[in-house]
């Protein structure tokens, strides 16, 4: 097992991690990020990993952090300083401000903020004729903006019922060691993700001046993806299944209590979400596995959410002419998936799972 480093009680770890949320420079926000998933039991080489950053650079900031506390996270780099050459600033501090404010609401045009915009924002404002629009591309970064997708949040999705979700989900692995005080007791999470003939289209890096170009003809036959991850471990098991409904859903159950070993030593807390063929009193649930639902409209709160983009790698930009081709596809991809476990960890051990770490079992 991977040796835990020291990180000094400087701050708890709520409050690192409000450092992190709050913070308005990219570089201290990064570094208040990488000891919050310290201070959660990651190891360093891991949170670095998680945050993107240098494993020897991380070891800077942990070292900087245990010897001077918030003091050492500070970015001094971001300190102001004389303009010496470069690009001449279009705005005064006190422009600048306004500007922020500014960006806190809609465009006059009540569309959405881009560096265009942004650039005749500043042509007003400062009476210069012309200004780039990559001029206003760089003051949204400046008044620490970025371009961002929003998460989707159902509006029906309750944040109580989820918070509750959350803190009882360690209960229920309590509650399922003492059922089996001799079984080994395994959190999984499940869901299913539709994938046919109908092109999936995606940004991809491509040369200066080429256009990529990507061949569609859209078509409505499908297969489905069912897919099970271990956030702790990242490990994953896959089957293709041309339907979802209870039929097929029991079947893929039998494999995997077959696949992830379930036996009398070893038990598993199977998390999916509220679909009909999952509450169907038809479903047939082997032996050893327990199943938890997700509270309503709270796909968030599913691991497994976050592989479909793994998932579809491999068909992006892609023409497939029949379904048969997509699945020779999946299963390879499939199969490496199921070595990427360090990048799905990752991906999937969301922080809150973290309560769950001290049950024995685990």
Known sequence: MPRKVYLEQHHSSEELKQNYLRSKDAVESRRWHLLWKVSQGWTL?????????????SKEILKKYNNLGEKGVKNLKNKQRKQSGGKKPLLTEEQLQKLRKELESRPNDQGIWTGTKVARWIEKETGIKKVGNQRGWDYLKKSSYSWQSPRPNHRKGDKLEQEIFKSNLPLKITKLSEKYPEAEIELWFFDEHRIGLKPIIRKVWAKVGQRPIAVVSHRYEWLYVYGFVKPKTGETLWYLIPRVNT?????????????????????????????????????????????????????ELQPAERLWTLV???????????????????????????EMKDEIRNLTNYHWLNSVKDISVL
């Not at 209590?257 to 649930?285: C, F, M, P, T």
């Not at 892609?318 to 390879?332: A, G, Q, S």
């Open 45 to 57: 080489k891991n949170s670095a990993i998680a945050v993107g950053i240098n494993y020897s650079y």
């Open 247 to 299: 039929l097929w859903l029991n079947l893929v159950y039998q494999s995997f209590a077959i696949d992830a070993g379930i036996s009398q030593k070893k038990k598993a807390l199977l998390v999916e979400d509220n679909a009909g063929w999952h509450r169907s009193k038809k479903a047939e649930i082997p032996e050893g596995i327990e199943l938890e639902f997700l509270p309503p409209y709270s796909p």
């Open 312 to 338: 579809d790698e491999p068909l992006v930009n892609e023409y497939f002419e029949t379904i048969d081709e997509i699945e020779e596809t999946l299963v390879k991809r499939c199969n490496v998936l199921r």
